[in-house]
């Protein structure tokens, strides 16, 4: 992955507030814990929103540089997003046996779009923790 494709460092603190902020907003509202009195436009539009505040959260902490950007850190980028693949074929392989097993599909668009909603959550939260935990180990290795 080339540097200049990368963010500033900057933006894994606002990424990291959005992503906090929008999926708090979103998972409150969904729970009708919060805007209870909106109606049905005004929810799909907070809904809306917040969803894609965490998107962008998401976006900005996964695709900020680090404070140091060399080769070692472009291979742990790598070798997540091979890890984060694997998991999501490995999710979508076990999901359709299950699906195919118990006869038991997502029902609706609403169930779609949440199967398919939690199959790329998944895959960017298996990115995140991989490569943070890589880095970090690098990081103790580094100190040794």
């Known amino acids: 992955m080339k540097p200049s494709l990368l963010l500033p460092n900057r933006f894994k603190k606002i990424g990291l ?3 906090s902020l929008g999926l708090l907003v979103w998972i ?8 209870t009195e909106l109606d049905k436009t ?17 976006y900005f902490f996964t695709f900020s540089k680090e404070p140091i950007e060399d080769e070692y850190i ?4 790598l070798k997540s997003f091979q890890i984060s693949s694997l998991i999501q074929m490995v999710f979508f392989i076990f999901s359709f046996i299950l699906m195919f097993l118990f006869k038991n599909e997502p029902n609706g668009d609403e169930g779609l779009s949440t199967f398919l909603l939690s199959s790329i959550i998944l895959y ?3 990115y995140i923790v991989s490569f943070n935990y890589n880095l970090i180990s690098f990081k103790g290795e580094r100190l040794n």
Do not use: A, D, Y
């Open 17 to 19: 507030v959005l992503l």
């Open 74 to 77: 472009n291979s742990i980028r």
């Open 124 to 126: 960017w939260l298996v």
């Open 42 to 58: 005004n929810k799909v539009i907070t809904l809306t929103m917040s969803f894609f505040c965490f998107l962008f959260g998401l």
């Open 28 to 35: 409150l509202t969904q729970k009708e814990l919060i805007f």
